[in-house]
């Protein structure tokens, strides 16, 4: 299954940034189509970016469009996740999966704190 695991979180005023890391092993990670998921307190998980195994093509939820970029390092079985312009909204785990259609494997989750 392999193992994923999120850095890069923490507490940030609203219009702020953070960039989410995600370092991948125990699989090839330069096969594997990418996404970020999150869950915000009290609501089910919603998935917001995905990026496809060259990087070159990549999908945003419209709540995060123009905010957040995704992107991925292949040589370094890295995924990121670059926000800006933060809202309270926003707060929620973050998650790193494998898949964008169908996720078939997921970090242990991130937490990220908008607020003043």
């Known amino acids: 299954e392999g193992q994923l695991v999120e850095s890069g979180g923490g507490m940030v005023e609203p219009g702020g940034s953070l960039r989410l890391s995600c370092a991948v092993s125990?699989?090839?990670?330069?096969?594997?189509?990418m996404s970020w998921v999150r869950q915000g307190p009290g609501k089910g998980p919603e998935w917001i970016s995905g990026i496809k195994t060259g990087g070159d093509i990549t999908y945003y939820t419209d709540s995060v469009k123009g905010r957040f970029t995704i992107s991925r390092d292949n040589a370094k079985d890295t995924l990121f996740l670059d926000m800006t312009s933060l809202k309270s909204e926003d707060t929620a785990l973050y998650y790193c999966a494998r898949g964008i259609h169908t996720i078939t494997s997921w970090g242990q989750g991130i937490q990220v704190t908008v607020s003043t």
């Open positions: 125990g699989f090839t990670f330069s096969s594997y189509d």
